[in-house]
């Protein structure tokens, strides 16, 4: 097989490198499973997933005990899976921010989204303040803080009628700082020690304590999103090119970017709420993705996704073995090993342009 030829930065065979992150994904969902303080052999983990499907799983013979059914189908698929649309979710929305402000270093965590939307939800969780919207109300406060974060960013650096890339990093820059400041007065004024706790190891990003019903909403969400950004992509494309070139080639410039801020608000703040803030992981894979395919959005969207999902499967089998029987916030984890892969990629291709 020419690998040359398949996966050529500028024309990559698409559907095979599709199929081979969707093959490297599944086996990331296997052996990921069966990693942990209580380690399940890949065949043992296989034969009990296998075992819950109608008809398949009559025939297959019950060799493991009821612990390890219960460790990976109560405790670790749910929590693997929760990973896999965190780490797709939030690979999806640097892509939309990126696109957005026409800036490759655009991510969640520069521009204050993610300070926004955690500080309303530690809001929430601490004090309760959103309990009246009921189940999901982490879910939306933490949208309603990203919301407003990105908005107020967005909006200040705006030059007559242009985002100015400087004052846009700058500002989310500052209300990344100022959102952190708040978030610290709520949780030095938490009613109790163990709240205080619960909030700080949510904050550093964990996944710890994943249920099924938690998977729901934020599988809808990133489902929906990758929708209209893939119907889209065109349009995200010319928006690299500036404003008035976009709307020149027939894109109606406001009404994207609109639904590009409402898209990484809701995303940034459905995730942070269900897993705290994972950082780098929106920064660092649409970088490697567009080194590794290009600049086409048609083609960044889903390798993205993918890619951010076998990441933070993997940083939270690292984060929950490293100190084992005890575990790490996978947010560390994600900076440890996101950051010196990015400052590799930045010299790695610095070197190719000299």
């Not at 086996?27 to 990921?32: G, V």
């Not at 965190?86 to 520069?110: E, H, T, W, Y």
């Not at 500080?119 to 999901?136: C, D």
């Amino acid at each position: 097989m020419n690998f040359k030829r398949h996966f050529c930065r500028k024309e990559p065979n698409m559907p095979l490198l599709i199929c081979i992150l969707f093959v490297i994904a599944l086996i990331s969902l296997i052996l990921a499973t069966g990693l942990g303080p209580v380690r399940i052999s890949p065949e043992t983990t296989v034969k009990i997933l296998f075992s819950r499907i109608p008809k398949i799983g009559e025939i297959i013979p019950k060799t493991w005990e009821a612990l390890d059914q219960n460790i990976v189908l109560g405790l670790r698929l749910p929590r693997v899976c929760l990973g896999m649309v965190v780490g797709a979710s939030l690979a999806v929305c640097g892509v939309a921010m990126q696109a957005l402000v026409r800036n490759k270093l655009a991510d969640p965590f520069i521009l204050g989204v993610s300070g926004g939307a955690a500080s309303f939800a530690t809001l929430g969780m601490l004090f309760g303040v959103f309990s009246f919207l009921g189940t999901y109300f982490l879910s939306i406060s933490a949208f309603c803080g990203a919301a407003i974060t990105i908005i107020f960013v967005y909006s200040i650096s705006r030059v007559r009628g242009r985002i100015n890339i400087t004052q846009l990093l700058l500002s989310g820059v500052v209300i990344s700082m100022i959102m952190e400041g708040i978030t610290d007065i709520i949780t030095l004024s938490a009613p109790n020690a163990l709240g205080l706790h619960s909030a700080e190891f949510w904050m550093a990003g964990s996944l710890a304590g994943a249920r099924w019903a938690y998977l729901t909403l934020p599988a809808a969400v990133l489902l929906i999103c990758m929708t209209v950004l893939m119907l889209n992509y065109r349009g995200l494309n010319l928006l690299l090119l500036g404003d008035e070139s976009a709307g020149a080639l027939g894109i109606n410039v406001h009404r994207l970017q609109k639904t590009l801020i409402f898209i990484s608000s809701l995303m940034a703040g459905v995730t942070i709420a269900v897993s705290g803030s994972i950082g780098f992981v929106g920064l660092i894979v649409p970088h490697f993705t567009r080194l590794w395919v290009g600049s086409n959005h048609k083609r960044v969207l889903p390798v993205s996704a993918l890619l951010g999902g076998i990441f933070v499967v993997w940083a939270d089998v690292a984060a929950r073995m490293v100190i084992a029987p005890e575990e790490l916030p996978v947010g560390i984890l994600s900076a440890v090993i996101g950051g010196p892969i990015f400052i590799w990629l930045l010299v790695k291709t610095n070197r190719k342009t000299v």
